[in-house]
Nanobody, 119 residues
Framework: QVQLEESGGGLVQPGGSLRLSCAAS????????MDWYRQAPGKERELVAG???????NYADSVKGRFTISRDNAKNMVYLQMNSLKPEDTAVYFC?????????????WGKGMLVTVSS
């Protein structure tokens, strides 16, 4: 079994910063892509940022220039540095990772954690 555990969420004022972390543990063969998603109240879950095993990144237009995704392959971790936070960034943030051999990748999700941007 594989578990993903997020940390670093909480309450922050507009313009502030937070760093989210996600640690993968368990029976890990190989981690492919790792992503951060978020879901705001009444909205669908959306991709925020993704990073491949080789370090290639992609971002939602709404966070480009403000958020930075990174990973530490040795520690099986992915991070999301969030700067210049806005109230509309308020959401539950989820970590996702595709794990396994390329022929049998399985998608795993963390439980999610709340990020609230408010004064």
């Amino acid at each position: 079994q594989v578990q993903l555990e997020e940390s670093g969420g909480g309450l922050v004022q507009p313009g502030g910063s937070l760093r989210l972390s996600c640690a993968a543990s368990g029976s890990i063969f190989s981690i492919n892509d790792m992503d951060w998603y978020r879901q705001a109240p009444g909205k669908e879950r959306e991709l925020v940022a993704g990073i491949s095993s080789g370090g290639r990144t992609n971002y939602a237009d709404s966070v480009k220039g403000r958020f930075t995704i990174s990973r530490d392959n040795a520690k099986n971790m992915v991070y999301l540095q969030m700067n210049s936070l806005k109230p509309e960034d308020t959401a539950v943030y989820f970590c996702n990772a595709r794990i396994g051999p390329m022929s049998r990748l399985v998608s795993y999700w963390g439980k999610g954690m709340l990020v609230t941007v408010s004064s």
